[in-house]
């Protein structure tokens, strides 16, 4: 293994679930890496080194999450609007109110699936959105 040189603290990012810790390691032999290291806040005992980067990959990373800023923003862009709204659900999981607009576009990007649900508020119940009058016809 080789040693570190010069190691930077990054940030850490935190959740209920998890903590990430990320730093910058320069090699002796100059090889950057982008180390993330990762453990359950409840059981620090269950930590580890999850990933470490080259420069070439953290180029890579940066571009990732880039576009996940950009799919952020359009998303909250539309929901800003005044189009109609639906409760999403998708594998269990509350997605919220959010447009129909941003509801094509999860679609379209395969994030979401016609057989994910909203809730009708006509039938008080959840239905697949493949039945969605406003989605009919366009998928």
Not at 112 to 131: A, E, P, S
Request: glycine share 6%.
């Amino acid at each position: 293994m080789d040693d570190v040189s010069l190691k930077v603290g990054l940030g850490t990012i935190r959740s209920e679930f998890a903590e990430l810790i990320f730093s910058l390691s320069i090699k002796n032999r100059g090889d950057t890496v982008l180390e993330v290291f990762a453990h359950s806040p409840a059981d620090r005992r269950k930590a580890g080194v999850l990933v470490q980067l080259r420069e070439d990959q953290i180029r890579e990373l940066n571009a990732v999450v880039e576009y996940a800023t950009s799919v952020l923003r359009r998303i909250h862009k539309t929901e800003a609007t005044d189009e109609p709204k639906l409760q999403i659900a998708s594998n269990g999981e509350d997605f919220g109110h959010l447009s129909v607009s941003t509801i094509k576009y999860l679609l379209e990007n395969e994030v979401l699936t016609l057989q994910d649900f909203y809730f009708d508020t006509r039938t008080n119940d959840w239905l697949q959105l493949d039945l969605c009058p406003d989605l009919v016809g366009k998928f």
